[in-house]
């Protein structure tokens, strides 16, 4: 994070963007931006000067380079702005703007690839394989938040959130050899699915309208529908059973699953799930955390002890 | 209901058939077998006989018309029969078998057409029409429960509750104008339609395993997404109405809705299906219990007051 | 609603009234004043001077007429006023202070008369004419709101509700013909009339300590015995039935009903109310949001889809 | 309890009573009756030769005096009959024949008296006396049953719980003094006298119509304003907080109060209430089980330990 | 209360404390103080010239004493400081800072010994002995609080809601005498203790690390187990039943309790629990409101009658 | 299990024994016995010749060896006995009677000690090696039940359902490498130790009164309470996180822990005994289902699919 005091040279995200007149009546331009290591307000008090200056004027939504310095002001964080430069979304690191997850995309990906080649049911490989080479779709699955808050709520979120419940599952079945490690593997890359249609871009932020509708299970359900019948297997059994991990992931109708778990690997994987999210969190919060205290969070404050392995990892999962 | 000394002339589906002997070594034919008026237990005491002039012989699972005698034996209701002869299905009328609601069948239909023929809206009018053309859909439609017990859970019982409860839409939309009526009937129309597959044949009863994986309401939305497909539509802002309208007809994650409703016709179509339900039992009760009584089901007893027009009725709608 | 820069020539409640001094010492009048229009503060800089010109001066509780602007203070809507005067509550058009449903006092009369003369069952007959033709409960009847905030929580509310109910219990009786209509709708007119007693008159707002510790449904049987004694009914199944419609009309314990409903007209009665308020409430909501748009009440946000008709519509039921 | 092997020379309820013929045709006379000590079967296999010497023959709810043995038939417990005799109900002493409390009426009388002679309140002592003084309400509330199970279910059992709370009321008070003794008094005796309209006669056993429709804290209310309306106190305070002790007196909305403890003295009824009706049961079971042993209900077993007084003891309170 | 106007010569617990510059770079004091009977800001201003003359200066954590008067600033309670002098804990007197119970320590003290004179079974006597002759045990039973907030969050509390649920017991048991006054007294006495560990001293506040790992029932089960084995009593049933009073007291699972109450004084007891606690709150509120109002807390409101004896009274028990 | 037909010649428990006379008079014994692959019932016709030719009698509660044959008489299973014969309790193998884990004693033992080797934390070894040196409690450890009923109800059911946790929490701690495996294994030994004492001898069956009164968390609290003073290791952080994962591991209030969990290793240890009680009957009931069906229990039939290993495994876990 950066402090009162840092010199700023990054990339923000504005939030708001407003041209407003002093009580003199002089033009400045009210900015509030963010990017991963700061939230705040920023003030061109110069701006009549400047405006003619800028090839582009900065507008809510788009994206900013700032060069300047933090700092406090009537107990408010703010950047004394040097420069700013309007920088085309294209040229942005999504990276410097978002939260990201402790593992580089790169390896992410690697593992995903991996843990999929140790699918061995021809359908279920095949359905997996169909979301893996279906570009569009790929990209929206390496990008997206895994949720709006509560867990994964970060660029690449949903793609990390797989990765490490595809990680937790091979270990268990490991031990619990009598779950089948191929339902546990594809189900752990579309139980989430639909959630690139459900949640909107990071940018944007929140639900979609569809989302809000259908929910990330039901749209799940009809990706696995449509990639059933491309690769031909529409009517096997394996889709079903997918279709079944997908609707039954959150375990119970209060937490929102219209089926209750009916296949071991359905319990398997709502536990897994519950898990992940769990561990992202604690995890996340432990961090920020001195030894022999307690977290903030007010409804489950937790103690960091001192056997923690906490302060020596960067992420909650190998 | 026919009762001791009643004379029996009818069609009965065997349950279970097996051939025993008795105490003394002679074979005879030990059958369960119901129909809509009777549930008993036959004895072909004389099998050895008769066995070689039957050109079929019963097996659970068939048909039979038989003739004889209603009695009771040691507490237990039997035929005292004169004559027994295996029918083929073909030749039975489903109505002497299983229940059947309170209208005729061509009533049902003509009604489910009218008020199909009430909805305006193009994209809603070409599903619903999607659904009536599709003749092995539709055949489902007309023949099946709704349930498998609780309610409407007679031969032609799904059909029944669909234009009962496209009734009771037309009715309270006339006074709540502000509610969508293409919504409504559309809504009525698929809300249970995944039924056909959730719900074996009445014959076999119980749930099919597709079923019991994935619900009524994912196999609903899924036949949608069939018809938005095959009628040019997919994409549009009525499909995902309509199946928001399937995924939230519970009105409640716990009561198996995986999406709460978000659209008024959704509460609305909640409540119609709630009631049209609950009236159906409650007419059900109330027609067996004298005025002045309570109705004999334990978990809410009800009491039959003497302003009630049940005695006068012979259905719960009209 | 009154915007910043509409000139006001109206009628307020004075919520508020203060005679308070400037830091240089001078007498100012500050008040919080309110109609159906606007709610805000309006301060009398020139008290001292305006003062001895009132025949009467504005405290807690009274009404004014206000001329003058309405504009905006440091983020605060205030009236610049340019005359205000104190107006006897007997001359104020409570329509004018309050909000009121979308149908006007007379018409809501005419359907209620309408509605009690469609009852045949002379017990039932008699006990709401005797609510008719009580005068003070009668002024009651058709002035109070039906509920503190949630629904119908306007002057002449309870009225409404009441009308709306029993239109729809007719649209729904109809259909459902197994209903006793009588006692639908006597059910209606009784089911939230204790009310008038629990529930303080809009002006004062709140709750009375009477309805605090007996509830409206305790207030509401007791006024059904006085009525029966009245009109010679005591002890007649009538009463009993209508005392529990009132008792049953929250359908759970847990929603406040000592009894959950045990005839078919109760359940109906409960689900009917429920409706009725629901709808009055999405109504309202969905008056206020775009098309496209997500309503803003956080716990149960509707979508404004493009079938709903609510945009040609002035009230929630026809 | 009478055992196998006991003579009987007792009177009992006829519960149910037919005239039956054996296999050879032979009539008999085939009973079910019970007593305080004793529910079984009653043959009598000569009825034939009987029949004629009696002037009066059983009938299912007439109370005979059998003379005979106890005896074990095929497993059921049976009295082989010497004779049998039918008598007036007139004549019957309830104590023989229904379970009563463990202290005698007119000790439970007097307490009853003694208990309100303590009242000071004039409105409250007033609204008292008026039931002790209604003979035919006076009856009822000294042989009633407070419930149908649970605790409490014997002849003389409202009046037995009511006697017994007061005198917890008078305990706890001593102790919590800022608690009103008059209200908690009052609120004792009116609580639940509703219920000898709600229940039935111990005879008839079940709930009555009236009782199933309006519940007994409706009921009661009506007593008390039938109560203020004679005395001259309606409208007072009193009223209403004596009406808000029985209508809040189960403590919360899903435990059937329509009103929850608005009053300290409420909060403390329903303590004692819930506490009165536990210790009866308590006490009762603990008492058929050996020192060391676990009470055979199996919801709540309870453990009977070695401090435990209760085998010193005949009643569970003093 | 302290009110505005009001001289202050009183000590007070530093509760914050800061060295300031004002605008003009001028070193003062701001002090933020509380005691039983005012918390407020303080602000030296000639903190510069005073400085130097303090042998000691206020930190926060400290006490000091204060002389000066209590002013209002800019709607903030401040005191105008004449004097300031820091205090050493130990001439402190507590009950001038904290809260204190309506009844002096000497008499509770007085009482306790009292009613476990009272107890005669020898074991439970001597494990109750053990705890009052323990000096640093009975040092913190005498000072603690009950609890953080919600009941006898005050200095003496424990002792103070102990002795109540003592007499409580006594009162009760005087009436329902099938219960074991010994089980009740040592139970009363040890169902709290476990706070002396989990609940830190009442100038730190809040929860202790091992108290929220374990919780006050572990805590005093274990004190059980360390006295068993100090008075030679270990493996007695009294030792198991008294835990078992510990382990039960909060009644069921959900409100705490690992077990739910198996004896009947664990039922009692758990009663006189929740009694005392609910008339400690009860009592306080209903003391703040004047007669025919309405207490101020949200979920419970109180309505104070024109029977309570609240205004005559000092304390909730006698 | 044995088969109608089977020869036997077993051992067998007594559970129940009478010597009972024939309609004719003659001495007969009826003895109810089982063992793991049969419950029924023998009929020892000839006992009076039988009987004086036993040096011991069958009683209810010892064991006996039976040779005949499983024979069904009017639809009961019995053995046709030839001989039988008592046998002294130390030379039956428990195995025989009762149902055993699908891993070998000496198997489950040698991972126990693997499992344990790998705990680095000095406190936390001392423990768990406290608990294996203690010859009486770690012969308790290894033959006890887990439970009654639910879940590793067998022989030896304890140490199986501790040895497959302690494989679970390796495989899951390798990958969320943020957890402390050592708290994991050592909670995995010690989170339901306190059973030993809580649940009686498999022949006994059933719950003890102290583990009735007490539960199995406190009774596992005072345990590490006295290791912790044995090993001098009183007083340590370690001993409070390991009584907190005893009392914490049913992970919510109302599944029966008096504290949640506050650290990781408590959630995680909390997930990995449901998951292992889950998965021990998941197992065994999809063992006994045929491919494609679905499992026999009511609450939550389980679908085996055709991708399941269960056919190829013994058991649940590797």
Redesign the interface.
């Known amino acids: 994070m950066l402090k009162v005091g840092d010199h700023v040279n990054h990339c923000f995200l504005v939030v708001d963007c407003q041209e407003l007149k002093t009580k003199y009546g002089k033009l400045y331009l009210s900015l509030n931006v963010k990017n991963r290591l700061l939230e705040c307000g920023v003030k061109i008090w110069d701006w009549e000067s400047i405006k003619s200056t800028l090839s582009k004027h900065p507008t809510t939504g788009c994206f900013v380079k700032i060069t300047g310095t933090v700092e406090s002001y009537q107990g408010m964080i703010q950047i004394k702005t040097e420069q700013i430069e309007v920088i085309e979304e294209g040229e942005v690191d999504p990276s410097e703007i978002y939260a990201t997850p402790g593992i580089a995309l790169e390896e992410m990906e690697n593992r995903l690839k991996q843990y999929l080649g140790m699918i061995k049911?021809p359908v279920l490989k095949d359905l997996c394989q169909a979301v893996i080479t279906n570009k569009e779709l790929y990209q929206l699955l390496i990008t997206r938040p895994a949720a709006i808050r509560n867990h994964h709520e970060t660029y690449h979120g949903l793609l990390s959130h797989i990765v490490?419940m595809m990680?937790?599952a091979v270990?268990?079945q490991?031990?619990?050899?009598?779950?089948?490690l191929?339902?546990l593997l594809a189900g752990a890359l579309f139980h989430d699915l639909g959630k690139v249609v459900e949640i909107n871009d990071i940018k944007e932020g929140g639900y979609s309208?569809?989302g809000?509708?259908?929910?990330h299970?039901?749209i799940g359900?009809?990706l696995i529908?449509r990639f059933a019948e491309k690769t031909g297997h529409k009517g096997k059994?394996?889709v079903?059973?997918l279709?079944?991990l997908v609707?039954s992931h959150h375990g119970k109708?209060?937490?929102?699953?219209?089926?209750?778990p009916?296949?071991?690997e359905a319990?398997?994987l709502h536990?897994i799930d519950?898990?992940d999210a769990?561990?992202y969190n604690?995890?996340k919060q432990?961090k920020e955390t001195p030894p022999?205290e307690?977290t903030s969070n007010r409804s489950?404050?937790?103690?960091k002890?001192?056997?923690?392995?906490?302060d020596q990892?960067d992420h909650?999962?190998?």
């Not at 809000?212 to 929910?215: E, Y």
């Not at 489950?300 to 103690?303: A, E, G, R, T």
């Not at 002890?305 to 906490?310: A, G, I, K, T, Y």
């Open positions: 049911n490490s990680g937790a270990a268990l490991a031990h619990y050899h009598f779950l089948s191929d339902l309208t569809k809000r509708l259908l929910g299970m039901d359900t009809a529908d059994e394996e079903d059973l279709k079944h609707l109708l209060e937490w929102g699953s219209p089926i209750e009916r296949i071991p319990m398997a536990m519950y898990m769990q561990f604690i995890f432990l022999g307690w489950q404050s937790l103690f002890h001192s056997l923690s392995p906490v990892l909650y999962h190998k």
